[in-house]
């Protein structure tokens, strides 16, 4: 986890912009919150630029090091750190700001758009700004060795055979990759815009044609963005940018490697149901008439009891596992101790795994994830 957030705060371009951005949207004063705020960086950058206070939200331990780095900072008084999804967290006042720096390898696929359209909802003053406001979606077809082993690996050289019916996941599969330019067999086309200063289905649907301008083999299609954080201020992930920021491409793979020559055009649409962390892509060959659809619903590896618990019509009983936490949160009343909700579980529920050291583990991690 350190290693990733020491990415982001060591992007320089990527500071360089959010700064301008910032800088442009903010006034003395201003309240702020950060969605996902990690390290706290974008946080500190708003403090440093003027903020009153800065509401950081997040779920992981990297809040800690948000409260450290503001406490030695000097700014452990105007900056409020809550540990939690931004979608559960209730603030005390609403803000003259909302940033997030959710903007996946693809732009749309952390789900940015519907987080900023819940913080908006509840957490954003009438007049005021979101950084980042805007994402123009890039697609471009690409000719990649690198890429396509990602995609080939379980049936690469040295892999048992008995394994090798595992490709058809990771072809299905979207993968982080560092594209050269030179990969791109041709102009990206602009795949769509998503203002995310305005509502969104949950269902996104775009179509493009990508022209080939150089003769080759295609391998899949690459997707990244440009991020409008401030009125002209850009960041990209764009393998052709001369000034990108530390960011993957996403790579979508097609089936078999395709031979293309310059002056084909390839026809391109991908849909995606980010909430649901869905991504579905179809590939058109028209000098050839070939055909691919690949989604990663097709590469998601899922046991038959996963297939029964998302039908809506089946009535849900606690499992084991669900009894379990039922029984240990029952103890958890405003008095005992987590030794005592500890002891008393042990007491009376003997079988509730195979070994009493288990119930003390399972018993101390529903303590620390589900109670204040």
């Given at each position: 986890?350190?290693e990733?957030?020491?990415?982001?705060?060591?992007?320089?371009?990527?500071?360089?912009?959010?700064r301008?951005a910032?800088?442009?949207?903010?006034?003395?004063?201003?309240?702020?919150?950060?969605?996902?705020?990690?390290?706290?960086?974008?946080?500190?950058?708003?403090?440093?630029a003027?903020?009153?206070?800065?509401?950081?939200?997040?779920?992981?331990?990297?809040?800690?090091?948000?409260?450290?780095?503001?406490?030695?900072?000097?700014?452990?008084?105007?900056?409020t750190?809550?540990?939690g999804?931004?979608?559960?967290?209730?603030?005390?006042?609403?803000?003259?700001?909302?940033?997030c720096?959710?903007?996946g390898?693809?732009?749309?696929?952390?789900?940015i758009?519907?987080?900023?359209?819940?913080?908006?909802?509840?957490?954003l003053k009438?007049?005021?700004?979101?950084?980042?406001?805007?994402?123009?979606?890039?697609?471009?077809?690409?000719?990649?060795e690198?890429?396509?082993?990602?995609?080939?690996?379980?049936?690469?050289a040295?892999?048992?055979?008995?394994f090798?019916?595992?490709r058809?996941?990771?072809?299905?599969a979207?993968?982080a990759?560092?594209?050269?330019p030179?990969?791109?067999?041709?102009?990206?086309?602009?795949l769509?815009?998503?203002?995310?200063?305005?509502?969104?289905p949950?269902?996104?649907?775009?179509?493009?044609?990508?022209?080939?301008?150089?003769?080759?083999?295609?391998?899949?299609?690459?997707?990244?963005?440009?991020?409008?954080?401030?009125e002209?201020?850009?960041?990209?992930?764009s393998?052709?940018?001369?000034?990108?920021?530390?960011?993957h491409?996403?790579?979508?793979?097609i089936?078999?490697?395709?031979?293309?020559?310059?002056?084909?055009?390839?026809?391109?649409?991908?849909?995606?149901?980010?909430?649901?962390?869905?991504?579905?892509?179809?590939?058109?060959?028209?000098?050839?008439?070939?055909?691919?659809?690949?989604?990663?619903?097709?590469?998601?590896?899922?046991?038959p009891?996963?297939l029964?618990?998302?039908?809506?019509?089946?009535v849900?009983?606690?499992?084991r596992?669900?009894?379990?936490?039922?029984?240990?949160l029952?103890?958890?009343?405003?008095?005992?101790?987590?030794?005592?909700?500890?002891q008393a579980?042990?007491?009376?529920?003997?079988?509730?795994?195979?070994?009493?050291?288990?119930?003390?583990?399972f018993?101390?991690?529903?303590?620390?994830?589900?109670?204040?």
């Amino acid at each position: 986890m350190l290693e990733e957030h020491l990415g982001y705060v060591a992007d320089r371009i990527r500071l360089e912009q959010f700064r301008s951005a910032i800088a442009q949207v903010i006034r003395a004063g201003d309240r702020v919150t950060d969605l996902g705020c990690g390290s706290g960086i974008l946080g500190l950058l708003c403090l440093h630029a003027g903020a009153g206070r800065v509401y950081g939200i997040d779920s992981t331990a990297m809040l800690e090091v948000a409260r450290e780095t503001f406490s030695r900072a000097g700014w452990t008084e105007r900056a409020t750190l809550i540990r939690g999804h931004s979608h559960r967290v209730e603030l005390p006042e609403r803000v003259d700001l909302v940033i997030c720096d959710h903007v996946g390898y693809f732009g749309f696929d952390y789900d940015i758009a519907h987080t900023l359209q819940d913080a908006r909802r509840r957490f954003l003053k009438s007049g005021g700004a979101l950084i980042p406001a805007r994402i123009r979606l890039q697609l471009g077809a690409v000719e990649s060795e690198n890429c396509r082993n990602k995609a080939e690996g379980w049936r690469a050289a040295g892999v048992p055979a008995e394994f090798h019916w595992l490709r058809q996941h990771t072809v299905n599969a979207r993968h982080a990759v560092e594209l050269p330019p030179e990969a791109v067999l041709g102009a990206p086309a602009g795949l769509g815009d998503i203002d995310l200063r305005a509502d969104h289905p949950d269902f996104f649907s775009w179509t493009v044609e990508l022209p080939i301008e150089r003769d080759g083999v295609m391998h899949g299609l690459a997707g990244w963005f440009e991020c409008e954080l401030a009125e002209n201020v850009w960041m990209t992930n764009s393998p052709l940018a001369g000034r990108r920021i530390n960011r993957h491409q996403a790579f979508l793979p097609i089936d078999e490697a395709v031979p293309v020559r310059a002056g084909d055009t390839v026809k391109a649409r991908v849909m995606a149901r980010p909430t649901d962390h869905l991504l579905a892509w179809i590939v058109e060959f028209p000098a050839t008439g070939r055909r691919f659809g690949h989604s990663t619903w097709q590469g998601m590896l899922l046991a038959p009891e996963d297939l029964i618990r998302s039908q809506p019509g089946r009535v849900p009983c606690l499992s084991r596992e669900g009894e379990a936490r039922l029984a240990v949160l029952g103890y958890c009343d405003g008095r005992r101790t987590a030794r005592e909700v500890e002891q008393a579980v042990l007491r009376e529920h003997p079988n509730l795994f195979p070994s009493p050291e288990e119930i003390s583990r399972f018993v101390a991690q529903i303590l620390g994830r589900d109670t204040d």
